[in-house]
């Protein structure tokens, strides 16, 4: 019986490691940042910026509850790294009057500054709508400025309110550090 008892709880013990220890999907380090509701005319207003960093990807989850892509204009997030500075990289979705993406590109720039926006080269970025959620994503290996691996996002909508050049900017504050992997 005992002998019994003993091989039982090996097997047991051995399948509880064995379970522990199988490679799951790599999840990758997240952080929410909410913002007011009404803060901003209804087709632009973020309520909600979840960041994701991924050991490939740094990921903005953003949620407009009205949203309408027809009045959508661009829509960025911009990515700090502790070893950044004042600059930041600005991942910028640009669509058309119908709705349409008609540009995707990634930038470097020295603050609030449009002067020192430099192009970076990035093929990989992707973006996406899902209901209330839209995503935007780039690759790690274009962020190729910093070599810090932690980023700090934030979001940003230019959209058309109006008829003309009517304009409105939209920003969320920028989450805090969130490390890779």
């Known amino acids: 019986m005992t002998r019994r008892w003993m091989r039982i709880g090996a097997v047991a013990a051995g399948s509880v490691l064995a379970v522990g220890m199988v490679p799951t999907a790599a999840q990758a380090a997240t952080t929410d940042v909410k913002d007011p509701r009404g803060d901003a005319p209804r087709v632009a207003d973020i309520t909600k910026l ?18 309408n892509k027809k009045k959508l204009a661009i829509t960025e997030l911009n990515i700090k790294t502790r070893d950044s500075g004042r600059w930041a990289y600005i991942v910028s979705v640009k669509r058309n009057r119908q709705g349409a993406v008609t540009g995707k590109s990634l930038g ?74």
């Open 50 to 67: 979840r960041v994701k960093n991924g050991d490939h990807r740094v990921s903005g989850v953003l949620t407009i509850p009205n949203r």
């Open 108 to 181: 470097w720039q020295r603050g609030d500054d449009p002067s020192s926006y430099t192009p970076l080269p990035c093929s990989g970025i992707k973006t996406s709508w899902n209901g209330k959620k839209t995503t935007i994503s780039v690759p790690v290996r274009c962020l190729t400025k910093t070599t810090r691996p932690r980023v700090k996002v934030r979001a940003a909508i230019i959209a058309r309110v109006g008829e003309g050049h009517d304009w409105y900017d939209e920003r969320t504050r920028y989450s805090r550090y969130v490390k890779r992997g």
